[in-house]
Structures are given as C-alpha cells and as structure tokens.
C-alpha cells in the first residue's frame, strides 16, 4: 500500500540522520514538521522535531496516513541542519523499542512511566489537542489535563484509534512542567504556614 513506500523512504531517511519536512495538511503548506526520524514501524513514525529557530523541540509520533508529502535536501532543511549544530542543540536521545511492541504502544508506555507532560492530539472532524500526564486503559487514554499555567484542570478521556498524533518534551511542555513544579513549591509553601 500507499503506507511501505512512505514508510520505506522514512527508514532511508532514519538511517541517514538527515533533517527532513513532512506536510500533514494539504490546505496549509506554511505548516509541516522538521527534524530527524527516530523510528517508523507500520502506522507510525517518531520525528525527533526542531523548531523553525533550529532547536531542539522534543519529540512527535505522527500517523504516516496523514503525511502528504515530504520534502528533503532542500534549502530549507540545510538551514536548521546549520543553525542545529550552530546552536549547539543537544541530539534527541534514541527511544528503544521493545520487541514485538508498536510504536504508539511504546511512545505512550515511555510517556505514562515517565510521568512527562504529553500533548496528545485527537482527529476526527477537526483537530483537536488535550495536555497532562497520560494513562493508558484498555484501548483508552485517560489524560490528567494541565492548563496553560500549570494547574491541574480535570480529565478527559480519548480512544486509541482517534489518535493523529503524541508530542512530548517540546519547548511548550517543558515551559508547563516548569510552571507545574512551580506552583506546587508556592501551594506547598502556603500550606505550611
């Protein structure tokens, strides 16, 4: 199908450790995803993102059905390869993945140990993103939601099969993490007293 050649340009691409742009929307061609690819198995592939300043921005698993083109060797990803290594970004760390385990399961099983904000985004008529800390149930994400001050704000649940996309460890979550730790040190100051 459609999904081996894409996925076969997309492990070429990983073992070339080269920067590459995917385009997801094909009514926006201003919004795409730069960076390395880490890992891609069936339905799946992990970029290691940069933002367009050429930094470091954690790490997307996007769905290959929604890529609609890619694009590489361009200008433009000479450029974040450059500013990357002027900027001194530290490289995206591996994610090993276990034997006989999917992508996703292994993107989500990292993310609910490791307790890390996770930006999970849900597609169906529109897109649509949920933030917090993640569990996974049966087929079920059940997300702990954080606002944007950091402040826990309920929970909201999503199934497996309407995920389009997981971000973790990008610049906006480490900015809510820090924010998050924050207003615990003050709650728990205020306590105290």
């Known amino acids: 199908g459609r999904n081996d050649k894409m996925r076969q340009l997309l492990t070429d691409w990983k073992n070339k450790h080269t920067i590459v742009s995917l385009f997801c929307d094909e009514n926006d061609q201003d ?14 592939v992990l970029i290691g993102h ?3 300043r050429g ?16 694009e590489s060797q361009g200008k433009y990803e000479a450029k974040m390869e450059l500013l990357y290594s ?27 140990k490791e307790k890390c904000l996770t930006t999970i985004e849900i597609m169906q008529d529109d897109a649509c ?4 800390r993640i569990q996974y ?8 939601k954080i606002d944007e001050y950091g ?7 999503a199934e497996e099969k309407d995920v389009s996309a997981i971000a973790f460890d990008n ?14 040190m003050v709650n728990g100051r205020i306590q105290r007293i």
Not at 31 to 44: A, K, N, V
Not at 129 to 132: E, H, P
Not at 137 to 144: A, E
């Open 171 to 184: 610049a906006d979550l480490q900015d809510l993490q820090l924010l998050c730790e924050a207003g615990s």
């Open 31 to 44: 919004t795409f995803l730069s960076g390395y690819i880490m890992d891609c198995d069936e339905d799946w």
């Open 86 to 112: 002027l900027k001194n970004q530290k490289p995206h760390p591996a994610i090993d993945r276990t034997k006989d385990i999917t992508l996703f399961h292994e993107i989500i099983n990292k993310c609910e």
């Open 137 to 144: 149930r049966d087929g079920m994400i059940v997300i702990k």
């Open 151 to 157: 402040e826990p704000d309920g929970m909201a649940y």
């Open 50 to 52: 940069i933002t367009p």
């Open 55 to 70: 930094e470091y921005d954690g790490y997307i698993l996007k769905a290959i059905d929604d890529i609609i083109h890619i």
């Open 129 to 132: 993103t949920l933030t917090g």
